[in-house]
Each structure stands twice: as C-alpha cells, then as structure tokens.
C-alpha cells in the first residue's frame, strides 16, 4: 500500500477613504473565513467501495491516497481510491462521484481500450494536465499511465512493469520505475516522476520525450544543495509538484524535507526543512521548521506550497514571499474531527495527497479517514 509512514521512515478625502478601508477591512475578513473552514466533500468515513453515481459525501473510499484538480473544468478533482484500485471523479456541478479509470479486479489490464475497463495496481498520485488529459501513477504496476479525455482511453507512458532502475536517455516505456508514488505535468507538457524506491526524481522533457533523472542519484540520503539535482541525494521522495515558472518541488519524505529543482539551472535546494523528521517552526522561516514525513506537496498561482505533513497529521504552508511556514490545517492530533469549523482545530488521520485550486481552496487526502476534505468552503 502506498506511503506507509512506517515503512518509508525505516528504509499561504477622509470619507472615501473611510469607505475604502471597511471594504478591506471586509474583504479580509471574509478571505480569512474562506480560507480557514474545513468540510468533507467526498467519503462517508467507511472502508470499502460504493456510491458510483450519487453524492460523492456518502460514497465509500478506501485509502484514498493522492487528489489532484482538472483545470479545465472548474471544480471537477480526481481521487486516488488506492485499495480500490481506481481512479474517481467528483463533478463540481453536480457533487456526484464516479469511476473514470480502474475496475474491481487489482492487476494490469487494458492498456489501448477504455480506462474503465482497465485494471490498475495500488494507484497512489493523479495529474491532470492543461487539456483535461489524467495521468496516474500505478505504484504497484510499477508504470505511470495516462488517460486520454478525448477518448477516455489508457495507455502507459514510462515503466516496463519491472521494478527496478534503468531505461535513462530512453523511451520511457522501457524504464524500469520503482514504486513511483508521485507525479506532475507542467504547462509545457513536460512530466515528472517520484521514482519513490529508487530515491529519485525522473522527469520526461517532452521536447524529446526520452526520460531521465532529474534529481536523485539512487542512494537514500541528504545531500547536494547549491549543486546539480541528479548528484544530490534525496530520500524515498513521494510527491512532486511544479510552479508556473516551471520549477520542480519535492516532498523528501525520509529527510523530512521539502527540495526545490529549478529546472532551467538544474539546482537543488531546500525550502523546508533541515533533513531532519520532526514537528517545530510554526511563523519561521521554512528551512528552520522540522516537517514529519510529508508525503505530497502543492503549489498555488503565486507560489505558495502546500505541504502534507503526514506524520504531524497537519497541512502547512509556506508563503513564497516570506519564507515563512505555518500550519493552516490539522491541530497535530491522529483523528477525524472539525468539519464546519476552524482548519487548524480539525483532527486528521495521516493526510497523504494535497492539491490547490486558483482560488486558494485546498483539498485534502485525508486518507485513513476515507475522505477528501476541502479547506475554504
């Protein structure tokens, strides 16, 4: 099963301007109550697989692990429902789920026919990309598969089905990936891989279409900051996003730590973090905070991550401009508790998937509590 904390530790004149500042007075007041409410929009809380077709709240999940949001569609998120061995979609305007990729049998099946009729293994982490194309990382498969939107069929885009490490300066589909827990697509089109066993960072330049490590040289450690991202060392990274600027961040997860790559320079360097698990920094700098196996990262419009610090059962953020962290979702304690209320007084149980919307809405895999839960309602 995907993102087990246990086993990878081991291995944000006087009277007009009377009338302009109760307008701003207003308008923050009213963002911040936007941006600290915490509400379940997907998952009963239950174990199992049901609900295709009705609201998304009263369907069954079982450890949805990774969500990510179509932006083509506004509102429209997919969810990794990993045991189920599925892909599902939440439509914004109606509230109902359904299964768009990945059926009741576990395995690999249907690659070139419709992604409903596929069979998937252990699918951890989804992407969509700037056409509505998804693209899913299928761990257990140990391959990244893509659906097409036009279609509605799958097919695999890097991993041979053999766990392992090759294939760099290749076709991607004759890689070997090793439990690859995490992936993004950039604007461009370019795509990027947490080759999570393999402690690397793969990325496929779409320029050429061949893959190669971006950052990672295959030894679990914590190394190479100010250097080149493929002669540093990272640790059993598990999730990946990208900026509009195009440049990579890595959820590090056995440093604890979350690492840039500007990928025009290829440079690595840590943003948050010490490389060190633990919880502590809240309204400091970033890289004086400890995170506890954070296991997926999030970027909004102006830069500003979204970290799911997993083991610290909290969502933090650090704003890009200051540098600074905090935690804007989770009090810290192993639960299920909050929704309709403050964010930050909200239990969590082991959140391990974020994504962000244009609207600074944030949804979480709150993944041992069967749900998705939606932070700005």
């Given at each position: 099963m995907r993102k087990s904390i246990q086993a990878l530790t081991t291995f944000p004149s006087p009277k007009t301007l009377s009338v302009l500042a109760a307008a701003l007075v207003f308008t923050t007041f009213a963002h911040a109550q936007l941006t600290t409410n915490i509400s379940t929009v997907a998952g009963n809380g239950s174990l199992g697989f049901s609900g295709d077709g009705g609201a998304a709240t009263l369907a069954k999940m079982f450890n949805p692990t990774g969500v990510a949001l179509d932006p083509t569609v506004t509102g429209n998120y997919y969810i990794a429902d990993s045991i189920n061995n599925r892909i599902r979609l939440v439509t914004a305007s109606t509230g109902k789920i359904s299964t768009v990729a990945g059926s009741a049998t576990g395995g690999f099946a249907g690659d070139g026919g419709?992604?409903?009729s596929a069979e998937l293994s252990d699918p951890t982490?989804?992407?969509?990309d700037s056409s509505?194309?998804?693209y899913?990382?299928?761990t257990g498969n140990q391959r990244i598969r893509k659906v097409t939107k036009t279609t509605g069929f799958i097919t695999t885009i890097a991993g041979n089905g053999t766990s392992g490490y090759s294939g760099d300066g290749g076709l991607p589909t004759s890689a070997k990936l090793n439990y690859p827990q995490g992936i993004a697509v950039d604007t461009t089109g370019n795509i990027y891989i947490a080759d999570t066993s393999n402690s690397r960072v793969r990325w496929i330049p779409k320029?050429?279409?061949d893959i190669y490590t971006l950052a990672g040289t295959g030894t679990a450690g914590y190394s190479g900051n100010g250097g080149a991202g493929a002669s540093a060392q990272v640790s059993i990274p598990t999730g990946v996003a990208v900026d509009g600027s195009?440049?990579?961040?890595?959820?590090?997860?056995g440093n604890g730590s979350i690492r840039q790559v500007i990928v025009s320079t290829d440079i690595i360097s840590t943003v948050v973090g010490q490389g060190l698990n633990g919880f502590s920094g809240d309204g400091g700098v970033g890289t004086s905070a400890k995170l506890s196996s954070p296991q997926a990262v999030a970027v909004d419009s102006t830069g500003n991550l979204y970290i799911a610090?997993?083991?610290?059962y909290r969502i933090r953020k650090w704003t890009k401009s200051s540098k600074i962290i905090t935690t804007v979702a989770g009090n810290g304690t192993n639960g299920f508790s909050g929704d309709g209320g403050a964010a930050t007084s909200a239990e969590m149980n082991t959140p391990l998937g974020i994504a962000v919307d244009s609207t600074f809405h944030y949804y979480i895999a709150d993944t041992y509590n069967q749900r998705i839960r939606e932070v700005g309602k």
């Open positions: 419709a992604a409903t982490a989804v992407a969509v509505g194309n998804l899913i990382a299928d320029s050429s279409g195009g440049n990579l961040f890595i959820a590090d997860t610090d997993s083991s610290n």
